[in-house]
């Protein structure tokens, strides 16, 4: 593979995609360079600042009136809009790309769905914040942030009533994976984390010591009068855990059918370095088979990777950003809104006759400023807000109005570029004859670029 | 003729020319035998549907003790029994109770219930355990299991925009179709069409970028059958002008057109009333009531009510007391209604909720909801219930 598809692979995976002119001025560098590079922008850390009030507070009264609670929901739903519309804009806007690309990584597998906002927005600046950092660093402070201790119910696990929903999630979708624990090491660990809790006001982290159970528990085979980091300890000591992560973090960035030799060197990688991520990662993005064609263009874009592609690549700036809520919507991943703690199962799952037909109309609908015909369904959790408002469904947002900035992306295409080299630079899968001759037939370069975004290769990167 | 309209013309209608073997032409299955040709109809209301006051207990004190201002009257009540009665705004569906087409079976849930609405309505659609995570949907799952009636994506429709989680399977997944005409100018689309017709099919493998093709051509043919067999009939029964009311319009064009589609998926949302509940419940209980209603008239009036059967669900009920905003929180077990010419069983299924025999203020669910799907499964859809179901439920007689 020569150096150009290398980079250009690399920012497909490690980032949401390089520029064309960017693509251009590295297109001799060497991977390790270009993910030299990449490391060194991610090393801002930009936190979201888009809710500065806790809601929950205003709701403490459990005798709140009729107006009160509507209130409250209507500003819940902004709270909502404003957060998604935040996180979506840096996406698109960052030059920490591999940050936010792990942070995105983390927010699924760390998968968490509260109606507050205020702690969603904590929970992911936790994400963010060591993204590429250490794995028992990440782990700790999700477990200890106010977000998962509400939504896996650790504020009720207390010594007289042990809850054990965030015990066993920890094993099973954070840490080891379904099968490699009991459900005695299950009941034990919960009693470990008893007294785990957050103030409720700023959502800051406190340990009640006298909802701690401090008798001996056994755990994995060992005894001891363990607490919720000693758990956590004999966790990461079993190489199944890097082994589990290193799995999912193949499966993000590389393929999706896990390659087990792959994988095993991946978790040798990752272990020896005590859970460091950039070790792994470097791995990963320096790997010969990391850039073997069987894993080139062939992973499904979720659809915020496919949302935030196309608003990066085009500088596209909204006018009402609530419209990508409602493709979110439409296309089956709500930012803040995973079905379960598993989070969004991801690949082929992302794809059906409906929604690969809004995918293939969207990007296009974009850069034309277009009609939308099409809304998706609430959420679940949404009911509550259009029951409150008297509503049956949201009102649908009409057109994007939507600016991409054509000169700028037009710029960066050089002057003697030819037209299947811009193709190719949209497309990550290889050019096929079908394409080509699309490509010849467009009446010009704009017509071109709206059609190659309107095909089913830019769904995958 | 041009090698593009040549191609136009006989790649997708006549099925096997240039399309690889993997890509299973349907357009060439025989048609099987319309008539005998059962249906089912899903209706999910999105929410947690306050089941107390949709069947209200109106003969156990406990409910006016608990429901201070949200309690539906007794003279307002549509008496079904002693006990239980119909919420006034489900007035249009007296008329089919007493017809004996429609069973209501009380307290259906599953064990440890969850009160978050996604959580539980994910544990709904895919049929899971509430401690379990599982990818694919009941439905889809069906459409996996390859039975002889069901190959087609078209097998299963959801009346909407976009498919839920219920009607995805690992290998099949069903159409969303809101509007056939719609659905078929999308697919018609002049870049859409070229990219269906291109001049090679090196792309056509059995990884993601074939699969998406898959798709793709999967979708362009359904919408074709889709569109030329629904607009064969015209559905003349008088329906309420709602957004609802045109979904059920709609399903009935697909069944009385011989559509071979045998599960129908539509939700209507609106049920989360926490907040001055007794206004935004009552109307959407008229949307539905009166929906359904017209729904199992019309396909009485066509022949086709003894082949089809209607189930509606909620993701959970609400607490038995009420909160302090005249309103109801989340709770768990909930009721369950089915519509058909041919009931097993006609009325009420089983007793009535007991309002004094409660978990932490919640009713107990006396009916797992599996129970009711491996009915609708083995006894209504003739397929393998416990491999879709990953388990073994001794089903119900209410078919």
Same mark, same amino acid.
């Given at each position: 593979m020569d150096n150009l598809k290398q980079v250009k692979h690399l920012y497909a995976r490690a980032g949401f995609g390089a520029d064309f002119a960017q693509l251009h001025n590295q297109r001799n560098w060497s991977a390790k360079k270009t993910l030299k590079k990449l490391f060194k922008e991610s090393e801002e850390v930009q936190p979201l600042a888009a809710i500065t009030e806790n809601l929950d507070l205003r709701q403490l009264? &459990?005798?709140?009136?009729e107006g009160e609670r509507k209130a409250i929901q209507e500003l819940r739903n902004q709270q909502e809009r404003a957060l998604n519309a935040a996180w979506m804009k840096q996406m698109s806007t960052t030059n920490a790309q591999l940050r936010e690309k792990m942070t995105l990584f983390w927010h699924n597998h760390f998968a968490c769905n509260i109606g507050n906002y205020y702690f969603q927005q904590q929970l992911n600046n936790v994400q963010r914040m060591h993204a590429l950092g250490n794995f028992k660093t990440l782990l700790i402070a999700v477990s200890q942030s106010a977000a998962m201790l509400n939504f896996l119910n650790n504020q009720q696990n207390s010594k007289a009533h042990p809850n054990e929903n965030f015990a066993r999630e920890l094993m099973e979708l954070f840490t080891l994976g379904r099968g490699n624990y009991t459900e005695q090491d299950v009941k034990e660990s919960a009693r470990a984390f008893t007294g785990w809790a957050h103030n409720g006001k700023s959502g800051e982290f406190v340990f009640k010591a006298g909802n701690h159970d401090d008798l001996p528990k056994t755990f994995m085979g060992q005894t001891g009068n363990f607490n919720g980091e000693n758990i956590i300890d004999i966790i990461l000591a079993n190489k199944q855990t890097a082994k589990y992560i290193s799995t999912k973090l193949y499966r993000y960035f590389v393929n999706e059918t896990p390659d087990e030799t792959h994988v095993n060197q991946m978790a040798d990688v990752f272990y020896k370095a005590g859970y460091e991520l950039k070790p792994v990662l470097e791995f990963v993005f320096t790997a010969n088979w990391f850039y073997e064609d069987k894993n080139v263009g062939n992973l499904i874009k979720s659809p915020v990777e496919l949302l935030v592609d196309i608003t990066r690549r085009f500088h596209v700036s909204y006018d009402n950003p609530d419209v990508l809520l409602q493709f979110q919507r439409t296309l089956g991943q709500v930012l803040f809104r995973p079905p379960n703690v598993a989070g969004w199962p991801g690949g082929r799952n992302w794809i059906d006759s409906s929604s690969l037909m809004y995918r293939i109309k969207i990007p296009s609908t974009i850069l034309n400023a277009g009609i939308i015909d099409f809304a998706g369904k609430a959420t679940p959790e949404d009911e509550a807000y259009l029951a409150s408002q008297r509503k049956q469904q949201f009102n649908v947002i009409k057109r994007v109005q939507a600016n991409a900035d054509w000169n700028k992306f037009l710029e960066?295409?050089?002057? &003697? /570029?030819?037209r299947e080299q811009v193709a190719a630079y949209l497309l990550e899968p290889p050019l096929n004859a079908r394409i080509v001759a699309e490509v010849n037939k467009a009446a010009d370069i704009k017509t071109m670029v709206i059609q190659l975004v309107s095909t089913p290769e830019y769904q995958l990167c | 003729m041009k090698r593009r309209d040549f191609l136009k013309s006989s790649t997708l209608a006549?099925?096997?020319?240039?399309?690889? /073997?993997?890509? &299973?032409?349907?357009?060439?299955m025989a048609m099987s035998a319309v008539s005998g040709y059962k249906n089912l109809v899903i209706i999910q209301l999105s929410g947690g549907n306050d089941g107390l006051n949709t069947v209200v207990p109106f003969g156990d004190d406990v409910y006016y003790q608990k429901r201070k201002t949200v309690a539906i009257t007794p003279n307002e009540i549509i008496k079904l029994n002693d006990i239980q009665g119909l919420n006034p705004n489900l007035s249009a569906l007296k008329e089919i109770y007493d017809q004996g087409w429609m069973n209501i079976i009380n307290s259906v849930g599953y064990p440890?219930?969850?009160?978050s609405h996604f959580r539980s309505m994910d544990i709904w659609q895919t049929a899971s355990n509430s401690n379990e995570f599982l990818s694919t949907g009941w439905i889809g799952r069906y459409l996996d299991s390859?039975?002889?009636?069901?190959?087609?994506?078209?097998t299963a429709i959801e009346v909407d925009d976009t498919l839920s989680l219920a009607m995805k399977g690992s290998k099949m997944k069903g159409i969303a179709v809101q509007d056939p005409n719609k659905l078929y100018q999308t697919t018609r689309e002049p870049f859409f069409k070229d990219l269906m017709h291109g001049p090679d099919n090196d792309h056509l493998h059995e990884d993601n970028l074939g699969y998406l093709y898959k798709t793709m051509i999967e979708t362009y043919s359904s919408a074709d059958y889709i569109q030329k067999t629904s607009k064969t009939y015209n559905v003349v029964a008088p329906y309420p002008a709602t957004g609802f009311g045109n979904q059920l319009k709609n399903v009935s064009k697909f069944i009385n057109s011989g559509l071979n589609t045998r599960i129908y998926y539509v939700s209507l949302g609106g049920f989360d009333t926490h907040v001055g509940q007794q206004n935004q419940q009552g109307r959407q209980l008229k949307i539905y009531g009166d929906a359904v209603a017209a729904f199992v008239k019309d396909l009485k009036q066509t022949g086709k009510l003894d082949d089809t059967l209607i189930m509606t669900f909620s993701e959970f009920g609400r607490r038995v007391e009420q909160n302090a905003s005249n309103g109801t929180d989340h709770g768990t077990a909930n009721n369950v209604f089915l519509f058909g010419g041919?009931?097993? &069983? /006609?009325?009420?299924?089983?007793?009535?909720?007991?309002? /004094?025999?409660?978990?932490n203020g919640d009713l107990k669910y006396q009916i797992d909801f599996r129970d009711i799907y491996a009915t609708l499964l083995k006894k209504w859809l003739n397929v393998n219930d416990s491999s879709i179901l990953n388990a073994q439920f001794t089903g119900l007689n209410f078919v």
């Amino acid at each position: 593979m020569d150096n150009l598809k290398q980079v250009k692979h690399l920012y497909a995976r490690a980032g949401f995609g390089a520029d064309f002119a960017q693509l251009h001025n590295q297109r001799n560098w060497s991977a390790k360079k270009t993910l030299k590079k990449l490391f060194k922008e991610s090393e801002e850390v930009q936190p979201l600042a888009a809710i500065t009030e806790n809601l929950d507070l205003r709701q403490l009264r &459990k005798d709140a009136a009729e107006g009160e609670r509507k209130a409250i929901q209507e500003l819940r739903n902004q709270q909502e809009r404003a957060l998604n519309a935040a996180w979506m804009k840096q996406m698109s806007t960052t030059n920490a790309q591999l940050r936010e690309k792990m942070t995105l990584f983390w927010h699924n597998h760390f998968a968490c769905n509260i109606g507050n906002y205020y702690f969603q927005q904590q929970l992911n600046n936790v994400q963010r914040m060591h993204a590429l950092g250490n794995f028992k660093t990440l782990l700790i402070a999700v477990s200890q942030s106010a977000a998962m201790l509400n939504f896996l119910n650790n504020q009720q696990n207390s010594k007289a009533h042990p809850n054990e929903n965030f015990a066993r999630e920890l094993m099973e979708l954070f840490t080891l994976g379904r099968g490699n624990y009991t459900e005695q090491d299950v009941k034990e660990s919960a009693r470990a984390f008893t007294g785990w809790a957050h103030n409720g006001k700023s959502g800051e982290f406190v340990f009640k010591a006298g909802n701690h159970d401090d008798l001996p528990k056994t755990f994995m085979g060992q005894t001891g009068n363990f607490n919720g980091e000693n758990i956590i300890d004999i966790i990461l000591a079993n190489k199944q855990t890097a082994k589990y992560i290193s799995t999912k973090l193949y499966r993000y960035f590389v393929n999706e059918t896990p390659d087990e030799t792959h994988v095993n060197q991946m978790a040798d990688v990752f272990y020896k370095a005590g859970y460091e991520l950039k070790p792994v990662l470097e791995f990963v993005f320096t790997a010969n088979w990391f850039y073997e064609d069987k894993n080139v263009g062939n992973l499904i874009k979720s659809p915020v990777e496919l949302l935030v592609d196309i608003t990066r690549r085009f500088h596209v700036s909204y006018d009402n950003p609530d419209v990508l809520l409602q493709f979110q919507r439409t296309l089956g991943q709500v930012l803040f809104r995973p079905p379960n703690v598993a989070g969004w199962p991801g690949g082929r799952n992302w794809i059906d006759s409906s929604s690969l037909m809004y995918r293939i109309k969207i990007p296009s609908t974009i850069l034309n400023a277009g009609i939308i015909d099409f809304a998706g369904k609430a959420t679940p959790e949404d009911e509550a807000y259009l029951a409150s408002q008297r509503k049956q469904q949201f009102n649908v947002i009409k057109r994007v109005q939507a600016n991409a900035d054509w000169n700028k992306f037009l710029e960066g295409i050089p002057l &003697k /570029a030819q037209r299947e080299q811009v193709a190719a630079y949209l497309l990550e899968p290889p050019l096929n004859a079908r394409i080509v001759a699309e490509v010849n037939k467009a009446a010009d370069i704009k017509t071109m670029v709206i059609q190659l975004v309107s095909t089913p290769e830019y769904q995958l990167c | 003729m041009k090698r593009r309209d040549f191609l136009k013309s006989s790649t997708l209608a006549s099925g096997a020319f240039l399309i690889p /073997a993997f890509l &299973k032409p349907f357009e060439s299955m025989a048609m099987s035998a319309v008539s005998g040709y059962k249906n089912l109809v899903i209706i999910q209301l999105s929410g947690g549907n306050d089941g107390l006051n949709t069947v209200v207990p109106f003969g156990d004190d406990v409910y006016y003790q608990k429901r201070k201002t949200v309690a539906i009257t007794p003279n307002e009540i549509i008496k079904l029994n002693d006990i239980q009665g119909l919420n006034p705004n489900l007035s249009a569906l007296k008329e089919i109770y007493d017809q004996g087409w429609m069973n209501i079976i009380n307290s259906v849930g599953y064990p440890n219930p969850d009160r978050s609405h996604f959580r539980s309505m994910d544990i709904w659609q895919t049929a899971s355990n509430s401690n379990e995570f599982l990818s694919t949907g009941w439905i889809g799952r069906y459409l996996d299991s390859n039975c002889q009636t069901c190959q087609n994506p078209y097998t299963a429709i959801e009346v909407d925009d976009t498919l839920s989680l219920a009607m995805k399977g690992s290998k099949m997944k069903g159409i969303a179709v809101q509007d056939p005409n719609k659905l078929y100018q999308t697919t018609r689309e002049p870049f859409f069409k070229d990219l269906m017709h291109g001049p090679d099919n090196d792309h056509l493998h059995e990884d993601n970028l074939g699969y998406l093709y898959k798709t793709m051509i999967e979708t362009y043919s359904s919408a074709d059958y889709i569109q030329k067999t629904s607009k064969t009939y015209n559905v003349v029964a008088p329906y309420p002008a709602t957004g609802f009311g045109n979904q059920l319009k709609n399903v009935s064009k697909f069944i009385n057109s011989g559509l071979n589609t045998r599960i129908y998926y539509v939700s209507l949302g609106g049920f989360d009333t926490h907040v001055g509940q007794q206004n935004q419940q009552g109307r959407q209980l008229k949307i539905y009531g009166d929906a359904v209603a017209a729904f199992v008239k019309d396909l009485k009036q066509t022949g086709k009510l003894d082949d089809t059967l209607i189930m509606t669900f909620s993701e959970f009920g609400r607490r038995v007391e009420q909160n302090a905003s005249n309103g109801t929180d989340h709770g768990t077990a909930n009721n369950v209604f089915l519509f058909g010419g041919k009931l097993g &069983k /006609a009325g009420i299924y089983n007793n009535a909720p007991d309002l /004094a025999n409660l978990e932490n203020g919640d009713l107990k669910y006396q009916i797992d909801f599996r129970d009711i799907y491996a009915t609708l499964l083995k006894k209504w859809l003739n397929v393998n219930d416990s491999s879709i179901l990953n388990a073994q439920f001794t089903g119900l007689n209410f078919v």
